[in-house]
Nanobody, 122 residues
Framework: QVQPVESGGGLAQAGGSLRLSCAAS????VGWFRQTPGKEREFVAA????????YYSDSVNGRFTISRDDAKNTVDLQMDTLKLEDTAVYYC???????????????????WGQGTQVTVST
């Protein structure tokens, strides 16, 4: 499998926006996760193979939007109303179709990108 590649990270002010992109071949299940030093990697959002179903963590629901562009083979994460606590390394990962609690489980994703840093400042 081709390793996903993240892009679009950087520095943003609190209340601002950033858009991350994940280049992932094929119409696979794709998830975004994030991790800060000393903490476990946590689920952020996911989207199924055709974009018909999306999933969000409570901490980002209503602020982040995941979408896919099959023409470009990308899955994007639009991050709005950013908060200081959104600062993290963001990872994109792919998986076979997932359902229920498996969607939120990092161990069910088998192909990970290298990550992109997002820093939110005051």
């Amino acid at each position: 499998q081709v390793q996903p590649v993240e892009s679009g990270g950087g520095l943003a002010q609190a209340g601002g926006s950033l858009r991350l992109s994940c280049a992932a071949s094929g119409r696979t299940f794709v998830g975004w996760f994030r991790q800060t030093p000393g903490k476990e990697r946590e689920f952020v959002a996911a989207i199924n193979w055709n974009g018909g179903r999306t999933y969000y963590s409570d901490s980002v629901n209503g602020r982040f939007t995941i979408s896919r562009d099959d023409a470009k083979n990308t899955v994007d994460l639009q991050m709005d109303t950013l908060k200081l606590e959104d600062t993290a390394v963001y990872y994109c990962a792919t998986a076979s179709p997932l359902y229920n609690d498996a969607i939120y489980n990092t161990k069910r994703y088998n192909n990970w990108g290298q990550g992109t840093q997002v820093t939110v400042s005051t």
